[in-house]
């Protein structure tokens, strides 16, 4: 099966730049999409198909990827930003796939 | 707006079922595909099911396979999820998602399932 691996935790100061990465076996040619669970709430999709923002989405967040690793980028990091992150890919083995979710805390 | 309203989650004993429901407004539900996800209690996201916008065509997790059934009444715009021979760890709060080209576009705010004696 597939597999995303995410790092548990990442911590940034206010006004500076989180990136959380993503790891997955050539991710680079599959869509990967972000999504922000804040606490206590359902997700939210933030990043579609690599580096889309749905309407309502601040230009602040954005994706990358290449080779086997995706990487979503927080700029000027806000303290609404605190939240579990997770990338997600679909695989034609095991579906719909998503990472082990990484929580950002805002220092 | 798109909104996604689950119900029908609770506390059940393990080998019985439950039907959850999730009703769809603010978009053509008839025209899109939908989902089920869940989150076991301080875990990640799991994909559950699947169901094509017409109700024909339906995916499942190997974890879920044989024992729920996904459907949908497209005239009142709801999403169905049948949880049958639930076992402890299908405990979690289960949300509905729009489909948005094998991505997720739009959640409920979830409906919590304990299974436990």
């Known amino acids: 099966s597939y597999v995303l691996t995410q790092p548990p935790s990442v911590s940034v100061a206010p006004g500076q730049t989180a990136r959380i990465s993503c790891g997955g076996n050539?991710?680079?040619?599959?869509?990967v999409h972000w999504y922000q669970q804040r606490p206590g709430q359902a997700p939210v999709l933030v990043v579609y198909d690599d580096n889309d923002r749905p309407s309502g989405i601040p230009e602040r967040f954005s994706g990358s990827h290449s080779g086997n690793t995706a990487t979503l980028t927080i700029s000027r990091v806000e303290a609404g930003d605190e939240a579990d992150y997770y990338c997600?890919?679909?695989?034609?083995?095991?579906?719909?796939?998503f990472g082990t979710g990484t929580k950002v805390t805002v220092l | 707006q798109v909104q996604l309203v689950e119900s029908g989650g609770g506390v059940v004993q393990p080998g019985r079922s439950l039907r959850l429901s999730c009703a769809a407004s603010?978009?053509?539900?008839?025209?899109?595909?939908m989902h089920w996800v869940r989150q076991a209690p301080g875990k990640g996201l799991e994909w559950v099911s699947l169901?094509?916008?017409?109700?024909?065509?339906?995916f499942y997790a190997d974890s879920v396979k044989g024992r729920f059934t996904i459907s949908r009444d497209n005239s009142k715009s709801t999403l169905f999820l049948q949880l049958d021979s639930l076992r402890a760890e299908d405990t979690a709060v289960y949300y509905c998602?729009?489909?948005?080209?094998?991505?997720?576009?739009?959640w409920g705010q979830g409906t919590p399932v304990t299974v436990s004696s």
């Open positions: 603010g978009f053509t539900f008839s025209s899109f595909a």
């Open positions: 998602a729009r489909d948005g080209a094998r991505y997720f576009d739009h």
């Open positions: 997600q890919v679909w695989d034609s083995s095991s579906e719909y796939v």
């Open positions: 169901i094509a916008y017409d109700g024909i065509n339906k």
């Open positions: 050539n991710i680079g040619s599959k869509s």
